[in-house]
């Protein structure tokens, strides 16, 4: 069934000397890079979610598997939500809105976080269901908006829906590779030569600045 059959309208195709042109492949490797930033983002954080949890509800595979649920779950509701927003206008300025909400919704983990395990650790003797909850308290909400950023960023990505599937795997691609490097320079590296909230600080950090200038790059009046 086609676009047009199926009453959704599908993306223009921009002109040819419009997606070669600096401005645009710029724009493109900027697209990129934020996929892959995220993906860097959401495992750094699940990562060392593990080890802010241990203390509390140990390192077992129960308290593992409740974390990667609640990761897993979040970013397929982000997904839902991204593919549903990116229908609306999307922009860099909305994605650059999605990195700083994906920032700021971390911050509870660092000022709060302690306070919220060593309560549910009490309150809930079962560490499956303990942790499980504490999980979700703490890391759903960033994830959600983690999981956001790939969609939407595939929709600024399309300039010809011959090349959607192309422009869909490139972007795939870049976040999947981002999420690898998060894993190997968080557990090799990052955890070895900082403190566990620091580590999550920088990602904190980094994603805002990220977002804020992807919002501050398209409200300018000749952004792409």
Do not use: C, K
């Not at 199926?6 to 000397?17: E, T």
């Not at 969609?151 to 990505?157: E, G, K, T």
């Not at 972007?171 to 620091?198: D, H, K, W």
Request: glycine fraction near 10%; hydrophobic fraction near 50%.
């Amino acid at each position: 069934m086609s676009a047009s059959q199926s009453g959704i309208a599908a993306p223009p195709s921009r002109p040819l000397d419009t997606v070669q042109s600096p401005r645009w492949r710029w724009r493109n490797a900027a697209l990129y890079s934020t996929a892959a930033w995220s993906g860097f983002f959401v495992m750094g954080v699940e990562l060392l979610g593990g080890r802010l949890l241990a203390p509390y509800f140990g390192s077992s595979i129960f308290v593992w598997g409740a974390l990667i649920a609640v990761f897993m779950t979040a970013l397929a509701v982000g997904y839902l939500i991204g593919g549903q927003l990116s229908l609306r206008s999307p922009s860099l300025r909305g994605l650059g809105l999605l990195l700083i909400a994906e920032a700021l919704l971390a911050l509870p983990v660092i000022l709060f976080g302690d306070a919220v395990f060593d309560a549910l650790s009490f309150s809930i003797e079962d560490p499956r269901y303990g942790s499980l909850l504490a999980a979700f308290l703490m890391f759903s909400a960033p994830t959600v908006f983690s999981g956001m950023v790939s969609p939407y960023a595939v929709r600024l990505l399309i300039d010809n829906v011959e090349r959607s599937g192309q422009s869909a795997g490139r972007l795939y691609f870049a976040s999947t590779l981002g999420s690898a490097g998060g894993t190997i320079l968080t557990t090799f590296y990052l955890v070895l030569l900082f403190e566990i909230n620091t580590i999550i600080v920088g990602l904190i950090a980094i994603s805002f600045a990220i977002g804020a200038w992807l919002y501050t790059t398209g409200y300018r009046p000749h952004a792409p």
